[in-house]
Structure formats: structure tokens, C-alpha cells
């Protein structure tokens, strides 16, 4: 297991984890990096029809790890049982959190990341609704908005991300954003319900 100080080191630095074919975990600070600016987040029309449904609720830390499984069921992946107990552990000491869109009973999509004072680094999403994962970032970029943050971090750029506005910067500038951002004195969960997810565990 990654101990919690060193990947909260890492991410004040510009640098996170991942976990190769072969198990070794290798850190990475891409150069450029992607981020969403909070305050150009672009909503499509089809997530805005969505929206408008309130088909998904949204809960938050509810399932932190079932999402992180979830995230994992793909055919390449990054997250092996060596991650996901490192932000598990990362999210029971309250620094890793998950925006988790539920039909009824049922988690149908959302994503988890980690956050340092007003930085929340995006780490992956997933979906088995259509729309779930949008409804579930677009949630999360409204509570950093409410919540006074200043950078969300999505680590590489994609097209699936460009639709909602996300950009490329210098390193040398991400990280100077960075160091403003971690600085700030903001709470991304005023209370979180540690364990109840405990059975997902392995």
C-alpha cells in the first residue's frame, strides 16, 4: 500500500500513481496538463436535457470504493488492489472522495478523486446509465464552485473531456496554479460515513 503521506506529497507536487501491466506502480506529471477551469466548465446540450430529468441522485462518499471497482473494469487499467487499497486508505482519512450517481438502489456511475485544500485531482470515472459519469462530474464541478475551490486537475486531456471545456497547460504553469490552489482553506465533505463500504474490500 502507497502510505497516505507520500501520495499526498505527490499530488502537492504535480505528481500521482499508477499501476502498470506488471503490478509495479510508476508516478507520472504529464507535461502539458489537463485541466477543467471551474469557471468555462461546458455543459452540453444532451447532459443539459439530462439534467433537467433529475433521473440520477447524487450521493457523495457513499461507495468510494465500489466506484474505484468500477473505474477498474476495463480492458486496460491503471487500478490494481494496490491503488485501490492506497485511496481507500487515502479516503478514510478523508483526503479521497467519490461523486456516485444512483438509480433507485442501484450505482449506476461516478467518478473519485483526491483533495487538497482548494485542488481536486479528477483520478478516473465510469458509467453503466447513459449519462451517469456527466450528471456525476457535472456535480462535482458545482460543489468545488460552492465550495471556493480553484483547480480540478484531469491529469491528460481526451476528447470525451474537451467537450466539457477541459484544456492543456504549461507544467511550469500547472504547478503554479497548483501551489495557489492547495493553499486554500477548502472542505470538500462536511461529513463523510467511513466503512460502510468496507465489504467491497479485498
Known sequence: MIPVELLLHAYRHAVFPMAMENGEIAWFSPDPRAIIPLDTFHVPHGLKRTLKKT???IRIDTAFEAVMRACAQRDETWINDVIVASYVNLHREGHAHSVEAWLGEKLVGGLY????GGAFFGESMF???TDASKVALHALVE????RG???????WLTPHL??????????????RRLGEAVEKECCFADARQVGEDSQFLK
Open 113 to 116: 478523486g483526491v483533495s487538497i
Open 149 to 155: 475551490f480553484a483547480l480540478l486537475d484531469t491529469q
Open 162 to 175: 474537451v467537450t466539457f471545456g477541459a484544456i492543456e497547460i504549461p507544467r511550469l504553469e500547472y504547478q
Open 127 to 129: 458509467h453503466e446509465a
Open 55 to 57: 433521473k440520477f441522485e
Open 143 to 146: 460543489r468545488l464552485r460552492a
